[in-house]
């Protein structure tokens, strides 16, 4: 796994873009949320991860226990939170007469907090896992924790007191936070309860990842990533509404695009905002697919108007990357996200996002009456010409990406989604894709996000709530709270990371559900 | 080893002596002190604890360094500290997309930056060795750690960041806190450089101490003990003058009698005042001790009015013990402290600090002119003739203690101290100790104390120095910066606790040599 890091970064900051972004931070609404439950996980081949959780009691009978040195406890909350914990600690015994050495470890699924993190060996940082060893000092107390977690589970492991006292847990909370007004929400009633529960599941995993800014997960990366952010924001229109939260974001985009205009894949907003040194060809177009959408669901011109021009910049540098077949170039060492597909060609799948972006890009120029909707037309017909051309093998019936003429999936799903064939033809591609299923497939919700909606796009309903339930509603079996950065139903282990401990399991890219039930009607 | 653990201790709270002692809570001084250079701490087996710490760059070229996953630092602050400790870190190349992952090791000698705490299998808890993992969200930053540390060495080790980035630490420093004055002190020039350094390492010793109450460590226990105060008193009376604060742990200890009205050996002042559920027979009674003491350093009568009932109390029950020879009765279960000594007697060297503190009640009954005092003097003259009688052996000239005769180097001690024989026996029976070496020994630089001021007392002022000298000379030729809870130079890996880690390397009760050196004019 690589990763990009650049020497000569220049960021040219649009101070006016940054304060307009600043005024649009969002207030956090605080809930008290209280464990449910004192739970064992005990070991069982049958579940994800081979660890299931078992309630033993209920969880205030917490207080009436007394933990002493190589105690611990594992408290359930329910369902997924995301905020902060405090825990309210008082002495039995004799006066305390040293410290209390005490471990939590915090996880989203039982496997978090039962092994052990020292054992991590992926290739993201260990910082991720979530775990502390405070040292209290003062008894009885009540200390809330600086750190903001995301999590299910919690376990309480007292590593040492001293032979004179123990200690009992009187009170363990969790200030929740979100920037999502989950009141306002207007809930469904779907006959199908599958699909009911999935919409509910999918409004959690929105909101919880719906701080400051939209996060991508609130355990990993608590960042603001343009693929993300597009996923969210379509999400969000159908459910909370919080469209100053999209305006913010775009506002952070376009304050640190770098000397040639690119917007970055992602930003940090603490403790100033920062552009990462991460490009994606895909990402910076989503830019202005995320404007498109935000517009169209706002009709807010004004914001249209002030972010035209970072819009339109990310499809000008794209169109530079068009051979002289109106091709875009593959190389080894191309950064386009796509998915995290082991040996994924993303020649096609990024042409047809050319494709697609481009085309919502002069939707918006357009509403503008810019000058640049005629080029971009032109682009847009060279680069279907081109893809049918050479990117389409007759024989095979299927797009084919890079010099290999790799047969994936992505390439055929981003190019039904890029219109490239009338409706009839996509149709036939996308039957012919689920009856063949080539070997290069799908790792990510976001690339089943895209299956889905390719298949509704090119009227096959039925086979997408189908790959809906499979998908979706397979996390669901496997006990989702909220959905899944990454999930394989065959490989339930699955990590592009090398390990599923820090796999994020409240993902903004498969929050999707809710949008694709509600926009779609099914 | 045994603890003390009361399952019915009832506490009678005396408020208005808790709310004078609260009137006198001492403001603490603060002090930015920074490191004074990177060492390596390398194997020697010819140091204490076999860890040399040897300077390799000046603290200055600290925020030269870049520091990433599994690189450390150590830093040597020169001199020993009690204090907060504050970093600023800065990242070094891409945004920082991960925590920091920073964990701290604090120690007062090497041997805690370089031997792993996890092999730690002492007695005493764990939770007692100083060291903090901390994740650091946002960078850069400036943390502030917020709890208390006693050391000089730091070692900073990063356990990760990501592979984009690694940071700087750009700044570390102790806000150092006593509440003595250390600006007011008179020094001393003495032409003996071993006996001014002894001085300045007393001092340096005390001071570190000296917090909101008296402590008898700053890294363990953090506390008020009442054989830790006496000394404490003695070398403040000599050097600081602080006497509010001595004046304020008695208050403290008679605040929190037990229903008997007896004072505990130690109290906990933290979240409030609380008397431990501990009880030594030598400890109570120097609560009279330290009364004695200050009033005679302060002449302050309306102190000594108030809590003469409360030491008077410790006497009579201490009295109580005798048996009808008016020996103390001995027992296996008894709680005397005297020594941490291996399989000291305790029968003799209690009786001994009866007949000596009860000595000094009865000059304070005089000032008084308190009626207690003839039936003390009565007491006395009884304890020290069933003394001459029972505990003196003839044929070997020494005092024996308990049913096995056993003759220790404590009995000779206190013996002599308690005044029994006239100036010139006693100076006979501390040659006699000194040649014949019995071999119960003294473990503790408390109990070496009282050796010196035996041999004092005797007219042995040479002796006396020849002792400070080898055993106080010999922790500062062993690396002392402040003067150590324990000190064997025959085994200098000596722990009463299991491990040399969680000994104490700056301990009131060591703190003497200042009030020898200058009470006695050696």
Redesign the interface.
Known sequence: MS?Q??QNHVIVRNERFIELAENLKPHLNETIVEPTAIVEIKSNKEVIHGWKSERIAPASTLAENQYG?GDSVNLDFGDHQVGYLSIKIRPE?????????LKLTIGEMPVEVVEPFENYNG??????LQE??I?V?????EITLP?RYSFRYVKLEV??????YRVVFEKVECCAVTSANINDIQTISHQDKELQRMDEISIKTLADCMQDVFEDGPK????LWLGDLRLQALANYETFKNNDLVKRCLFLFAGVPDDKGKVPANV?V??KL????TYLFDYSLFFASTLHDYYFATNDLKTLQELWPTAYKQVEHALERLDENHILKDSADWWSFIDWQDGLNKQTPSQAILIYTTKQVIRLAQELNAPESDLLKVSIEKMENAAKTHLWDEQQQFFISGSDRQVSWASQIWMVLAGVFTKEDNQKLMNHLLKVKPEVGIATPNMYHHLVEALLVSGEKEQAVTELKTYWGGMIQDGADTFWELYDPNNKDFSPYGSHLINSYCHAWSCTPTYLIRKYDL
């Open positions: 990763i890091k650049l040195k015994g004799s006066p305390p007469d040293a410290p209390l050495k290739w993201l940082s260990s910082s991720w502390e060893t040292y000092d003062v008894l009885p107390t750190r590593l040492d007191t001293s032979p004179k990993r990366d608590r960042r940090f603490a403790p920062m552009a990462d040194d």
